[in-house]
């Protein structure tokens, strides 16, 4: 059985606020009914545990972690319930849940441009776009929409049936050695350099064979030592 925590509870403990480390989601994994693929995850960069519902915002947590302009990702980020009650009167649609308890959106995304400027993009997360056939489901996304363009955000919904599966697999593998500490053999150094960057290699192919990208990196090393001499 999933607890139900209240909305005073959640604004007691300052859900929804804050950036980094500090973000506490809306809603946390274990408080909502769930198919067991809702996951807790510690993200590499910030040290958090990231709160993800099911497993199409997994893949959408890997895919945006492994963008190098992303600088935070704060997932259930709840809306104005103002804001969202004003819209769903004015679009003629019943407010979800109830007129007391506040719309979340999965991800809000902070990125680094260029110049250094920092931009934001919200997405709602579906498993595949036949859930657009739900006319209640289309009335959410609507007022989810109208709310981020009140606020000159863009919104975007993206369907985990467009993932590249095989990517999100191998961003996995490489992220759990993100923290060097983990390296005690050649196969986590090599996860270790791809999660930095520090060894490009093809991420979306096919999954990756470290044993066979760890003989090769063996090989080249020696070659430069070879030179050296």
Request: glycine share 4%; proline share 3%.
């Amino acid at each position: 059985m999933k607890n139900r925590v209240s909305e005073k509870t959640k604004q007691n403990q300052r859900r929804g606020k804050g950036e980094g480390a500090s973000y506490k989601p809306y809603i946390k994994t274990r408080e909502v009914p769930s198919t067991g693929t809702g996951r807790i995850l510690k993200d590499k960069i910030t040290g958090r545990q990231m709160h993800l519902l099911s497993q199409a915002e997994v893949y959408t947590y890997y895919l945006l972690r492994w963008d190098d302009s992303v600088v935070d990702i704060r997932e259930q980020y709840p809306l104005e319930l103002e804001d969202t009650l004003k819209i769903a009167d004015h679009l003629g649609y019943k407010h979800p849940h109830d007129r007391k308890t506040s719309m979340t959106t999965d991800f809000l995304v902070t990125y680094r441009e260029k110049d250094g400027t920092k931009t934001y993009k919200a997405y709602s997360v579906k498993a595949s776009k036949e859930i657009l056939q739900n006319d209640r489901t289309v009335e959410i996304q609507r007022i989810e929409m109208a709310c981020w363009n009140l606020k000159g955000i863009p919104f975007e919904i993206v369907f985990k049936e467009d993932m590249n599966r095989i990517k999100v697999g191998n961003i996995e593998a490489v992220m759990d050695y993100w923290d060097a500490k983990k390296i005690k053999t050649d196969i986590d150094m090599i996860k270790y350099l791809i999660a930095h960057k520090k060894m490009i290699v093809d991420m979306e192919t096919a999954p990756l064979d470290f044993t066979d990208i760890a003989r090769a990196y063996r090989e080249t090393e020696k070659r430069k030592q070879d030179r050296q001499k």
